[in-house]
């Protein structure tokens, strides 16, 4: 049996180790060397991690170690519960711990919305080790009998910081209260803002806490850099770059459900091979995107952010912004598609004028300026100005009071995106006040970004 020597070290044993040589794992990466041996421990852990450092490996590979001992769950219950934001996000933690767990005899099921939910009440029946959930299924489940937690063992909170983004707020609670007080707590998230360590205080007890990657930084073996351009020439600028340079496999970000429609639409007048994969869209029709994505069959994925968090296609060679995100974190989850566990990638925005506050706030967050590249036949006629690092810092928001008649949290459309967009945008009172036009325009934009993906 072969096995690595650095796993080995941490401590697990051979059908894990042997699952791990199989995907050719050589070196634990940041987060797994240090997640391992607390979860191993049974200690309570609170981890800043991205999509792409390896953090589902992280906490699955002791979770399933953990799991070799104690009694094998009884009929309608789960011993370790992961939640998830997105359903995409759920059936690849799914496809992991399928992976890791392959030479270990241990029961597992993915349950999410948008699909029926018999054959997901019939794979509970006989009782799961790890069960992997977004919340809103779950609680259909539970409330019908379906699910039970008096052998729960472990929670796992997966990007914790999204899910407070999508205003799940309100079902992690409810789905608290109804796990054992006694538990193991692992909660992993991209960052820990106010509202993270608000939640965090009524669900981890004296964690472990650290961050394997600086906050608000993008991976090092991304090159990134813009393409300025003007607003009406984009969709143009993308074909004559997707053919110009071959591209074969790219993931292309959009800001809005109908903006990938339609551009989705314009690429494939122009003879690519795309389509688009957001909440708009059946789950059976994201489902297929996505693996036919992955199976390299189709060539361009074109996404929302939400839609496309969580997504973990190996290799990705290319991300492309082809609109900048509203919230500067996002550039960051799009960036963090590729360059993932030390492959490298290449992240490229097509940027217009009107989007110069986004990008501005994008190069203050990552504290460079990214590198512009005109194209022949695309330079902008409205030119986008250069952005300064050496602007004011945003003032850190204070946590907001709870408005009276609107709990915190509360799923609602009103809520969803809201722990982001609530605080005030750069601008606030101190520093230099914003345009009406730029401060409307950016208010509708936050409008259409709750309208739940
Ligand atoms: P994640 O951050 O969990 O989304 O993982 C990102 C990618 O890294 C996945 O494709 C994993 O298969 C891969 N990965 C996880 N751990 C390792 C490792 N130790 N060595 C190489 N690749 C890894």
Redesign the pocket.
């Given at each position: 049996m072969h096995s690595d020597l650095n796993?080995t070290l941490l401590g697990l044993s051979a059908p894990l180790l042997e699952a791990?040589a199989d995907?050719?794992?050589?070196?634990?990466?940041a987060?797994?060397l240090k997640a391992i041996p607390v979860v191993l421990k049974g200690k309570d852990l609170m981890a800043a991690?991205?999509?792409?450092?390896?953090?589902?490996?992280?906490f699955t590979l002791p979770v399933l170690e953990r799991l070799i001992k104690g009694q094998r769950a009884q009929a309608n219950q789960a011993r370790v519960l992961i939640l998830t934001p997105t359903r995409e996000l759920a059936a690849?933690v799914g496809e992991?711990v399928a992976t890791y767990s392959k030479y270990l005899p241990l029961r597992t099921a993915v349950v999410y919305g948008g699909v029926k939910i018999n054959p997901q009440m019939m794979a509970l029946r006989k009782g799961v080790d790890i069960l992997v959930a977004t919340p809103g299924r779950l609680l259909d489940l539970f409330n019908q009998n379906a699910v039970r937690f008096k052998q729960l063992e472990i929670l796992v909170l997966d990007e914790a910081d999204r899910m407070l983004d999508m205003g799940f707020i309100h079902d992690i609670r409810k789905i608290l209260a109804v796990l054992p007080k006694h538990r193991q707590n692992l909660m992993f998230s991209a960052t820990f803002s106010d509202d993270i360590r608000q939640l965090a205080k009524g669900l981890v007890h004296q964690p472990v806490e650290f961050s394997v990657n600086p906050r608000n930084t993008t991976a090092k073996t991304v090159s990134q850099w813009i393409h300025p351009v003007d607003k009406k020439k984009k969709t143009a600028l993308l074909i004559h770059l997707i053919k110009k340079n071959n591209w074969q496999q790219i993931l292309v970000f959009c800001r809005t459900k109908q903006g990938a429609n339609r551009l989705t639409r314009y690429l494939e007048e122009a003879g690519l091979n795309a389509a688009a994969i957001h909440g708009n869209k059946s789950q059976g029709a994201r489902t297929r995107a996505l693996a036919e994505f992955k199976a390299a069959e189709l060539s361009i994925l074109v996404a929302t952010d939400i839609a496309a968090r969580?997504l973990?296609?190996?290799q990705l060679p290319l991300v492309v912004n082809f609109d900048l995100p509203n919230v500067a974190e996002d550039y960051i989850h799009r960036t963090g598609r590729t360059g993932?566990?030390?492959a490298s990638g290449q992240a490229v925005s097509l940027v217009s004028a009107d989007e110069f506050d986004q990008l501005s706030d994008i190069e203050h967050l990552i504290k460079q300026l990214l590198k512009r590249k005109l194209i022949d036949g695309f330079e902008p006629v409205h030119d986008v100005p250069e952005s300064k690092l050496w602007r004011k810092p945003k003032k850190p928001k204070k946590p907001k009071k709870p408005k009276a008649g609107h709990r915190d949290g509360q799923r609602s459309s009103e809520n969803a995106q809201g722990h982001k967009l609530g605080h005030k945008p750069p601008g606030n009172k101190k520093s230099k006040p914003k345009s009406k036009k730029v401060t409307d325009s950016k208010k509708t934009a936050a409008k259409k970004r709750r309208s739940r993906d």
């Open positions: 796993f791990i995907q050719g794992y050589k070196t634990p990466t987060v797994q991690a991205q999509t792409g450092t390896g953090k589902t490996a992280a690849q992991s969580g973990d296609i190996d993932r566990a030390g």
